[in-house]
């Protein structure tokens, strides 16, 4: 009998749909080999069903699924359902069709090992081919073995043929663009990447040896891959060393993980997997994408954005659901219910094992904290469920070493750090060596300091504030220990308006000049045993610059120069003496400047008294002029005052003495001030 022969057209409604495949359907043309080899797996399954259901009579046999090279082809060979020349012309030349969606309706009992569509997925292999051929033989008893090959166009050839088994092999002519896909390197690295976890046994080549100085081929099948991979087994199954081995697996050059979760769900949605809490480092971007997400054991993607909560993406390990389809778009995952739910899930289970070990074991908990801290911080900012669960085990750690609960802290500061308004005052360091003075005054007085060194921390303090009523935080070198937690009002300064103006510039004009930094010396009567001079920084500019070194739409705020506030303290005798030596030293060449300063002050309070009443265009030019007059006059009379003080303060010590002991406590006298300051020390000790 003569060999039949068909030639036709494959049923597209695009006229030519393989430069859309070439182009679009795809991003990666790499993704070709874990369609085929999907395909190969789920024709296996199909026969495996089949003999499960006594559909299929005859021996099962070696269902390995093999992959070679040959004269510039690649072949993937299985002995799986095969197909017949009809189901060729359904399944691949009527391409809107699916061969795995009718096999599921049918055996949808028994067909949960069924991967993906034999499809489009089958025309993937046109990204890398000049042609493509099929020689299959169906499973049915009495079957014909067919021949099916097309180049690269809607035109197709199907012929009879002669095959010896049951099964299919695709055979890949690969084009000249493409030949990197016969190299061994590539096909074992992309089976390491696509396949290492399929259900059944994959053979690329054979084992080697070491023999005579080389490696050489051994009779015995190189396997890729795990065919029972740990996700799929029952908890019950496996002991730690399991989850460990398998996470080496995983991630080889890794620290051994804090712990995990092993998921197992099959309603309303199927999920499986093993999430693990690595030991994570300060760095987030470094530690994202390393959940992989296979669908029954398929590997789909390693970016699993959208489908699980932007902060478990610092989570580690696999997941694997069918309910996510192979080829998807962000859009789809973002609107599909399944995915929804199978976040929200994951997030609760999360929630749950974080909560279960902080109940169970504190002790191992707080030991996990350092390594935790980041991910459930960053957990609590981006999902508001999550904060809620978490509330409930978030540790804060003061400068001792003590982790408290949110609710455990609070009652322990409340009673001795609660300001005037009722607010209950934070005090923390972000820094404990750097602000140690700042830390010792606080705990002087009674007060708790907590370490906020986080990469998170400003963001997590400021949600804590929003959260907690009458909560606020306060760095603890922000302000004076008076003016930390004020109780009452601050005691009265007791200078006149020369001496303030006229310390104010003996120590201002001794301050550093600092790239993008600014200087303010204001007053405070904190007591002679305090600190004569202190640098404090605001908490909200410094916050804000903080916080946006990590938001882009903050970034004026990090244009912004640091601000700091130099403290004199008035009560300490040292301050007194640099006042009362000035007034020795200055007063005699003051005295008559300031004497005018006076005169010309009160004729410019009048002036704009006059002034005040008219509109601009009512006043006239000698007004104008007298305004200007004034004030040029009295900015001579000050710069000349500025600069007796000035000269003053230049062979004051003392005065720099203070500052550079200032600036040394807040770690900003560096390089050569350091070493003039440590000189200056010594001379005044000698």
């Given at each position: 009998?003569a060999?039949?022969?068909t030639?036709g057209n494959?049923?597209?409604?695009s006229?030519?749909i393989?430069?859309?495949?070439?182009?679009?359907?795809?991003?990666?043309?790499?993704?070709?080999?874990?369609?085929?080899?999907?395909?190969a797996?789920?024709?296996?399954?199909?026969?495996?069903?089949?003999a499960?259901?006594g559909?299929?009579?005859?021996?099962?046999g070696?269902?390995?699924?093999?992959?070679?090279?040959?004269?510039?082809?690649?072949?993937?060979?299985?002995?799986g359902?095969?197909m017949?020349?009809?189901?060729?012309?359904?399944?691949?030349?009527?391409?809107?069709?699916?061969?795995?969606?009718?096999?599921?309706?049918?055996?949808?009992?028994n067909?949960?090992?069924?991967?993906?569509?034999f499809?489009?997925?089958?025309?993937?292999s046109f990204?890398?081919?000049?042609?493509?051929?099929?020689?299959?033989?169906?499973?049915?008893?009495g079957?014909?073995?067919?021949?099916?090959s097309?180049?690269?166009t809607p035109e197709y050839?199907?012929?009879?043929t002669?095959?010896?088994?049951?099964?299919?092999?695709?055979?890949?002519?690969?084009?000249?663009d493409?030949?990197d896909f016969?190299e061994?390197d590539?096909?074992?690295?992309?089976?390491?990447k696509?396949?290492?976890?399929?259900?059944?046994?994959?053979?690329?080549?054979?084992?080697?040896?070491?023999k005579?100085?080389?490696?050489?081929?051994?009779?015995?099948?190189?396997i890729v891959?795990?065919t029972?991979?740990?996700?799929?087994?029952?908890?019950s199954?496996?002991?730690d060393?399991?989850y460990k081995?398998f996470?080496?697996e995983?991630?080889p050059?890794?620290d051994?993980?804090l712990f995990?979760?092993?998921?197992?769900?099959?309603?309303p949605?199927?999920?499986?997997g093993?999430?693990?809490?690595?030991?994570?480092?300060?760095?987030?971007?470094?530690?994202?994408n390393k959940i992989r997400?296979?669908s029954?054991?398929?590997f789909?993607?390693?970016?699993v954005?959208?489908i699980?909560?932007?902060f478990?993406?610092?989570?580690?390990?696999?997941?694997?659901?069918?309910d996510i389809p192979?080829?998807?778009?962000?859009?789809?995952?973002?609107?599909?219910?399944?995915?929804?739910?199978?976040?929200?899930?994951?997030?609760?289970k999360?929630?749950?094992?974080?909560?279960?070990?902080?109940?169970?074991?504190?002790?191992?908990?707080?030991?996990?904290?350092?390594s935790?801290?980041?991910?459930?911080?960053?957990?609590m900012?981006?999902?508001e469920?999550?904060?809620?669960r978490?509330?409930?085990?978030?540790?804060?750690?003061?400068?001792?070493?003590?982790?408290?609960?949110?609710?455990e802290?609070?009652?322990?500061?409340?009673?001795?750090?609660?300001?005037?308004?009722?607010n209950?005052?934070?005090l923390?360091t972000?820094?404990?060596?750097?602000?140690?003075?700042?830390?010792?005054?606080?705990?002087?007085?009674?007060?708790n300091?907590l370490?906020?060194d986080?990469?998170l921390?400003?963001?997590?303090?400021?949600?804590?504030e929003?959260?907690?009523?009458?909560?606020?935080?306060?760095r603890?070198?922000?302000d004076?220990?008076?003016?930390l937690i004020?109780k009452?009002?601050?005691?009265?300064?007791?200078?006149?308006d020369?001496?303030?103006?006229?310390?104010?510039?003996?120590?201002r004009?001794?301050?550093?000049?600092?790239?993008?930094?600014?200087?303010?010396v204001t007053?405070e009567?904190?007591?002679?045993?305090?600190?004569?001079?202190?640098?404090?920084?605001?908490?909200?500019?410094r916050?804000?610059?903080?916080?946006?070194?990590?938001?882009?739409g903050?970034s004026?705020?990090?244009?912004m120069?640091?601000?700091?506030n130099?403290v004199l303290?008035?009560d300490?005798?040292?301050?007194l003496?640099?006042?009362?030596?000035e007034?020795?030293?200055?007063?005699?060449?003051?005295?008559?400047?300031?004497?005018?300063?006076?005169?010309w002050e009160?004729?410019?309070?009048?002036?704009?008294e006059?002034?005040?009443?008219?509109?601009?265009?009512?006043?006239?030019?000698?007004?104008?002029e007298?305004?200007?007059n004034?004030?040029?006059?009295?900015?001579?009379?000050c710069?000349?005052?500025?600069?007796?003080?000035?000269?003053?303060?230049?062979g004051?010590?003392?005065?720099?003495?203070?500052?550079?002991?200032?600036l040394?406590?807040?770690?900003?006298?560096?390089?050569?001030?350091?070493?003039?300051?440590?000189?200056?020390?010594?001379?005044?000790?000698?």
């Amino acid at each position: 009998m003569a060999k039949q022969e068909t030639k036709g057209n494959i049923g597209v409604t695009s006229e030519n749909i393989f430069p859309v495949i070439k182009k679009f359907l795809y991003s990666d043309h790499e993704i070709f080999l874990r369609e085929l080899v999907s395909n190969a797996i789920d024709a296996t399954q199909k026969l495996k069903t089949l003999a499960s259901v006594g559909e299929f009579k005859g021996e099962l046999g070696d269902l390995t699924i093999r992959i070679r090279t040959e004269k510039g082809k690649l072949i993937i060979s299985d002995r799986g359902v095969g197909m017949t020349a009809d189901e060729i012309d359904r399944y691949i030349n009527q391409i809107a069709f699916s061969g795995a969606e009718e096999f599921v309706k049918k055996y949808k009992d028994n067909a949960a090992a069924i991967i993906g569509h034999f499809g489009l997925g089958f025309y993937s292999s046109f990204m890398v081919s000049k042609k493509v051929e099929i020689v299959t033989r169906s499973y049915q008893e009495g079957a014909t073995a067919v021949r099916w090959s097309c180049e690269g166009t809607p035109e197709y050839e199907m012929t009879e043929t002669k095959k010896d088994d049951r099964g299919t092999d695709i055979i890949l002519h690969i084009d000249d663009d493409n030949k990197d896909f016969l190299e061994k390197d590539k096909i074992t690295s992309l089976l390491e990447k696509y396949c290492r976890y399929l259900p059944i046994p994959i053979a690329f080549g054979k084992k080697q040896e070491w023999k005579d100085g080389k490696y050489v081929d051994t009779d015995e099948d190189n396997i890729v891959n795990n065919t029972h991979p740990a996700w799929v087994r029952k908890p019950s199954e496996l002991k730690d060393e399991d989850y460990k081995a398998f996470y080496r697996e995983l991630y080889p050059m890794a620290d051994e993980p804090l712990f995990w979760i092993h998921l197992n769900v099959d309603y309303p949605f199927n999920l499986t997997g093993i999430l693990y809490f690595p030991r994570i480092k300060s760095n987030m971007d470094l530690q994202r994408n390393k959940i992989r997400l296979y669908s029954n054991q398929v590997f789909v993607t390693d970016s699993v954005e959208g489908i699980v909560p932007e902060f478990l993406t610092l989570l580690h390990g696999v997941l694997d659901s069918p309910d996510i389809p192979l080829n998807v778009s962000r859009s789809y995952l973002q609107s599909d219910q399944n995915v929804k739910k199978i976040s929200a899930h994951i997030t609760k289970k999360v929630a749950d094992r974080l909560e279960e070990i902080f109940k169970n074991d504190r002790k191992a908990f707080e030991e996990k904290w350092d390594s935790l801290k980041l991910f459930i911080q960053y957990g609590m900012l981006s999902d508001e469920k999550f904060y809620d669960r978490a509330a409930k085990f978030a540790l804060l750690k003061d400068v001792d070493g003590t982790y408290y609960t949110l609710e455990e802290y609070r009652k322990l500061i409340a009673s001795e750090q609660t300001d005037k308004e009722g607010n209950v005052i934070y005090l923390y360091t972000t820094n404990p060596d750097e602000q140690y003075s700042y830390i010792q005054a606080a705990k002087d007085r009674g007060y708790n300091v907590l370490v906020m060194d986080g990469q998170l921390d400003v963001h997590a303090i400021g949600q804590l504030e929003q959260k907690i009523e009458k909560t606020r935080f306060v760095r603890v070198d922000s302000d004076t220990i008076d003016r930390l937690i004020l109780k009452a009002d601050a005691p009265t300064v007791s200078l006149t308006d020369d001496q303030r103006q006229a310390l104010q510039q003996v120590f201002r004009s001794r301050l550093p000049k600092m790239d993008k930094t600014d200087f303010v010396v204001t007053f405070e009567a904190l007591g002679p045993s305090a600190n004569p001079v202190m640098l404090t920084q605001g908490e909200f500019m410094r916050r804000m610059r903080e916080m946006s070194a990590m938001q882009p739409g903050m970034s004026f705020y990090g244009e912004m120069p640091e601000s700091y506030n130099l403290v004199l303290n008035t009560d300490h005798p040292l301050i007194l003496s640099v006042l009362s030596d000035e007034e020795k030293a200055c007063t005699d060449k003051l005295q008559p400047i300031l004497s005018d300063i006076k005169g010309w002050e009160a004729r410019q309070h009048d002036l704009r008294e006059a002034q005040s009443k008219k509109k601009e265009d009512e006043l006239t030019e000698a007004e104008k002029e007298d305004m200007t007059n004034t004030n040029r006059t009295l900015d001579e009379l000050c710069g000349r005052r500025d600069a007796i003080l000035t000269e003053y303060a230049a062979g004051n010590k003392v005065v720099g003495q203070l500052i550079d002991l200032a600036l040394l406590a807040n770690g900003l006298l560096k390089g050569e001030p350091l070493s003039r300051f440590i000189r200056r020390s010594v001379e005044l000790i000698g």
